[in-house]
């Protein structure tokens, strides 16, 4: 079979003759093969194993005709790197028993050896490299997403733990930013030279920041991280998460090809409030799945319909999918999308 590039024309910019498909969290346990294997073996011990690793990655791929791979694995896993203990405990999310919450802290956190300590990671790509015939998107978490587990030391909806220190303590905030963004640049170079053929950057949480604490705080970290890959020709993704829509216009400068939107701003604003020069990724609330089939087309169908009118699009959820998500619904709306923008386009 040949090379599907839809998804790389579209980060581009470039026409495509049909939108290219995925979804955040595409392998996970709406699937019941994945929830058999589950059975077994944690997140963690999938991730340390390459071939299954590769195996999860690829589920998806063949159930539900998507037009890209997403390595399998969590934003947490380079931390174990920088000399952070934690646990993904299961219908919680990761789990840290030491957190981070002083500068001695701070300190203390060692860079990132990918080589040494991730290797799995990389065998992991180097196998869907040759598998696969869409492309492989690759994926770290951004510093603050992983700084709000670190500091809080388990998910938090208030994130009060992590606004304290960067309110309270500046100096020691910024030196974790830049040992995260550190940590974030090595890692997703190391996946581009494994055979990553795109990454997306998880900022899922930074939407509970407000627009100038985020300039001041997190975005110059944001900024640097694209900067310092930005001899790559790979496609650049940022995704800024839930309830991101006021942030957008402080992006403008950031040297990504692609920025992820959420479902509360629709596509043509979002284009908007961003300037114009990003391809846009999104932005079906994951909620309306639950809905029945021809709900869910009606919704897509209206993403579509702004989406197609520029070039640069890509067709996802507005954030991850969810353990209840019907397989079949999806396999019928990727189905959906590529039929209808297939016709739409030629229209
Ligand atoms: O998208 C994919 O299919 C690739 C796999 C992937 C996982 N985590 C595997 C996983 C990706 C891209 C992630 C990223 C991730 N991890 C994010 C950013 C994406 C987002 O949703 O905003 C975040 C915030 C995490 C941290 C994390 N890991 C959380 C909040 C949870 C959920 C806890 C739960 O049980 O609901 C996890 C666990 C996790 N990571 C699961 C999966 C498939 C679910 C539990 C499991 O299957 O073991």
């Known amino acids: 079979m040949s090379y599907n590039d839809r998804f790389i024309r579209a980060c581009r910019g470039e026409q495509v003759d049909r939108l290219p498909v995925w979804y955040m969290r595409q392998a996970g346990r709406y699937d019941p093969d994945y929830r058999k294997i589950k059975e077994n073996y944690s ?14 990655t690829l589920m998806p791929i063949k159930k539900l005709g998507v037009d890209a791979a997403i390595l399998y694995s969590d ?7 920088i000399g952070i203990d934690f646990d993904i405990v299961a219908n919680v999310g990761p789990v840290i028993d030491n957190p981070i919450r002083s500068a001695a802290d701070v300190a203390k956190l060692k860079p990132i050896d990918v080589e040494g300590d991730l290797s799995h990671v990389l065998e992991t790509i180097r196998i869907l490299d ?15 997403t992983i700084a709000s587990y670190l500091i809080e030391g ?3 909806k208030s994130y009060i733990r992590t606004k304290s220190l960067m309110y309270s303590d500046p100096a020691v905030w910024f030196q974790l930013m830049d040992k995260l963004g550190d940590m974030v640049i090595a890692y997703l170079r190391a996946h581009i030279a494994a055979g990553g053929k795109a990454f997306q950057l998880f900022d899922s949480w930074v939407g509970a920041l407000a627009p100038h604490d985020f300039k001041k705080f997190v975005l110059p970290t944001i900024e640097r991280i694209f900067s310092e890959l930005s001899d790559l020709p790979q496609p650049k993704i940022y995704f800024p998460g839930v309830a991101s829509g006021e942030l957008l216009p402080t992006l403008t400068n950031l040297k ?28 079906l609330d994951p909620y309306v799945l639950t809905a029945p ?9 209206a993403i579509i319909d702004e989406g197609i009118k520029e070039p640069g699009y890509i067709f996802n959820l507005g954030h991850g999918l969810f353990p209840e998500a019907s397989l ?10 590529h039929e209808y923008s297939a016709g739409a386009l030629q229209a």
């Open 43 to 56: 997140l963690l011990d999938i991730c340390r194993q390459p071939e299954l690793a590769a195996e999860v």
């Open 256 to 283: 990504a090809d692609v920025i992820g939107l959420d479902w509360r701003v629709p596509i043509a604003e979002g284009r908007r409030r961003l300037g114009g020069s990003f391809a846009v990724q999104g932005n």
């Open 328 to 337: 079949e619904k999806l396999r019928e709306l990727t189905e959906f999308v």
């Open 130 to 144: 040759r598998e696969l015939d869409v492309p492989l998107i690759t994926f770290a978490g951004a510093p603050f």
């Open 293 to 301: 089939m021809d709900v869910i087309k009606e919704h897509a169908k």
């Open 75 to 81: 934003i947490m896993n380079p931390v174990a790197s």
């Open 154 to 156: 388990r998910p938090s």
